[in-house]
């Protein structure tokens, strides 16, 4: 018998690219959910297969649209469920709310938290992420509020797929805290830069403010014992959303002598005009298909189609 015919792979409205490549090194027949939306913005979402007593597979990364693509996933991971799915197993590269994974205020929501037990009561039986921020977890397998789940990382062919561009004559740096798992699991060291908000009407940290709960704007500065002066410096990190975090450290590196600079994340979100601003300060740009941009030329499939293995 052919066990890959008891699998069934599912895309939303944001992963048609990269389910396609994952079905084919799976020797599957991707099926795209039916999805609607109502006039007054509600969503509809029918699964075109026969899911009864079949493993399940739904890949719906959470960028554009979060909330719609979050509703999406959930509706669709419900309706296997009573559909008789044997397994569902959700391939969620970027995984929307994993930056509030904790209350940073007291009476804040604790978002991924709830994004969680929403999953777990719709049926989520397993979850693959890519670089997940929650918790920055490591590469591997971790708990998620109770779902069983495997945190990928795109690290290493980030860094492959720059020495082949680039050649191997450069320092990999991550920005800030956030990619030092990122940094370590691809050069074995977690060389990250110290990255400080700093309230600029009481001067102190981010975390010391009791000025938070504003509308305020932190300053971010960048330190670094490394010495950049004539190197090439590749900056690595998980995400690029307002773009903020990796021009600042850009701009860091190349004030202290830096000389070709390249950038890489696993997900590209490129918010306003930051994918502009990056092209102008790098030598070589780059993210992965977790989210569909003009530079997402690394594809996430082969390490996703491993793991469903
Ligand atoms: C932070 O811990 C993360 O690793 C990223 O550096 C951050 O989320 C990027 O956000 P932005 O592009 O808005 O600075």
């Known amino acids: 018998m052919n066990l890959m015919s008891e699998k069934v792979l599912l895309f939303g409205s944001n992963s048609k690219v990269l389910a396609g490549g994952i079905a084919k090194l799976l020797d599957l027949t991707p099926v795209r959910l039916e999805v609607k939306k109502f006039p007054d913005g509600e969503l509809y979402v029918r699964i075109d297969a026969d899911v009864k007593g079949k493993d399940v597979v739904i890949v719906q990364t959470m960028f554009p649209n979060q909330n719609d693509s979050l509703i ?127 309230c600029p009407d009481c001067g102190k940290k981010y975390s010391q403010c009791i000025c938070r709960g504003s509308k305020r704007k932190y300053e971010i500065s960048f330190k670094s014992e490394q010495n950049f002066k004539g190197k090439n410096v590749f900056v690595l990190d998980d995400i690029i959303a307002s773009g903020g975090t990796m021009i600042r450290a850009i701009e860091k590196v190349k004030s202290d002598g830096a000389k070709k600079v390249t950038a890489a994340a696993t997900h590209g979100l490129f918010l306003k005009d930051s994918l502009i601003k990056l092209k102008e300060l790098t030598n070589y740009l780059i993210v992965t298909d977790s989210i569909s941009t003009p530079v997402s030329n690394v594809s996430l499939a082969p390490l996703i189609a491993e793991a469903l293995k």
Request: charged share 30%.
């Open 72 to 198: 999406e996933f959930i509706l669709a991971v419900d309706a296997a469920k009573d559909l008789g799915a044997k397994n569902i197993t959700g391939v969620v590269p970027y995984l929307a709310y994993s930056r509030q994974d904790k209350r940073f205020q007291p009476t804040e929501a604790w978002s991924i938290k709830t994004v969680a037990e929403m999953l777990k009561a719709a049926g989520l039986n397993k979850l693959i992420t890519v670089d997940t921020h929650y918790k920055h977890v490591k590469p591997g397998e971790f708990d998620f509020f109770g779902i069983p789940s495997i945190n990928l990382s795109a690290a290493k062919i980030l860094l492959e797929d720059v020495e082949k561009k680039i050649g191997k004559d450069f320092i990999t740096i991550g920005p800030d805290f956030g990619s030092s798992e990122m940094i370590k699991y691809a050069i074995g060291k977690k060389i990250v830069m110290q990255k400080e908000k700093v």
